[in-house]
């Protein structure tokens, strides 16, 4: 049976609240473990999401024009740092300009 391909069990429950249903019970096991090492899960995604700017700071200055403009949007929407509309202005600038292989 199809439901049985999605791990649900064969009712009447449409597929897509049993589909939520286990997206939310692995979000609340998620949100378990992270509370029994003593941190919510609010701070490790923060922390997760300024990796995420670092790794594509690192990514732009290297040469990386589709991170460049990943960047820029970071940087406009105060995405895992602070925001900067000027430095945004920037890397949007650098990013829709074809680099030179010379």
């Known amino acids: 049976m199809l439901l049985k391909n999605f791990g649900c069990k064969a009712t009447s ?3 897509t609240r049993c589909m939520t249903q286990q997206a939310h019970n692995t979000s609340s096991a998620s949100e378990v473990a992270v509370r029994r090492q003593g941190r919510p899960l609010a701070e490790v995604v923060s922390g997760l999401v300024r990796k995420w700017f670092q790794d ?3 990514a732009a200055k290297s040469g990386d024009s589709e991170q460049m403009g ?3 949007s970071m940087l406009d929407a105060g995405y ?3 925001a900067d509309p000027q430095q945004a202005k920037i890397w949007a600038h650098k990013a829709a300009t074809p680099q030179s292989n010379a």
């Open 80 to 82: 895992g740092c602070t």
């Open 70 to 72: 990943v960047l820029s």
């Open 13 to 15: 429950q449409p597929r």
């Open 56 to 58: 594509t700071l690192e």
